[in-house]
């Protein structure tokens, strides 16, 4: 790769007039910058970014964090972050995390070397360990989980949807269809991502006046892998004490269905079935899965406008978006009020 050196040798001007000529910047001869161009052409030569960002101070990247880059659940978010990204002239490195919580902290640490201008990061668990390294990191930060205790002018923003009432809307809505026993597949409830769920379960079932069963609590991991073998173990154990279930995922949800399928368990004759997500994976599914679309796409790009706020226009005081979930109904529940299911649409 060529640099001013070489193309000073190429002109025979020094390499101060032709970083004249290349940046436009400070006097330079017509004639000069001319027989410049011309040489850098000829040498290919193309300036180097990093020296262009260490003097600006301005690199035009993003770092993008996501928990699970197999879950279908990030790719409407990729897709919108990296379109709002593009549109005001900066690019999207895109991390995967594994759901590592050494790992987040590392990465968050690694802002301090200023190669990129801030981060969006998703996380199971926004604990005070990680949100004491984010406020310390020096670049502003959007989170996609709501956080609490936050002062007016942090360096970071939240663009979220409510797990809590998204949970909250599956389970009512199992109620409402006449379903009593409705059970709960969940992650580990020790995070964010599976407390908040959990809550929003239990608090539909309290507002029901319906007692919430441990034994219909199933733990998992947010896994299809995961969900099939913490079903299928529920099955073989207790048998099917359920008629309708809240998976809070639709990757639990499928595994679920393999469960069933496995053990002839009729869907929704038997089990009625509501998914958190509302990815493509629930019209791809047999029964079509009743799910809670967790406004993905939205999510995507109020995070990237809030960042984009935070590095362009340098602004101070925080801002918190939150979303509302909505139910998209197929034909996983069967309407115990009727005996029949819905329609899928």
Known sequence: MSNIYDIGRET????????????????????????????????????????????????????????????????????????????????????????????????????????????IILSFHFDDKLMDRIRTCGLPVVLTNRCDGYDDEENFDCAYVDYMRAAYIATEYLLKKGHKKVGLLVGDIREQMGYERLEGYQRALRDAGVACEEDLIIYSDFTRAGGY???????????????????CNDLMGIGCIQACRERGIVLPGQLSIVTLDNTDYCSCTYPELTSVDMRQTQVGQNAAELLMERIRERRRYTKMISLMPRLVERNSVLDLTTGKEKSSI
């Open 12 to 119: 025979g001007l020094s390499p101060s007039t032709v970083a004249r000529a290349l940046s436009g910047k400070g006097y330079c001869s017509e004639a000069a910058r001319i027989k410049v161009q011309k040489a850098a052409k000829k040498l290919n030569y193309v300036p180097v970014q990093a020296a262009k960002s260490l003097k600006s101070k301005i690199t035009r990247k993003v770092m993008f964090c996501i928990p699970d880059i197999y879950n279908p659940y990030y790719f409407d978010m990729i897709r919108e972050v990296n379109r709002v990204l593009e549109q005001s002239g900066y690019y999207m490195i895109l991390v995967h995390t594994g759901h590592d919580a050494k790992k987040e902290l590392e990465i968050v640490d690694t802002l301090k070397e200023r190669f990129v201008d801030g981060m």
């Open 229 to 247: 073998v913490r079903f299928l173990e529920y099955l073989e154990k207790k048998g099917l004490q359920m008629s309708g279930l809240v998976a």
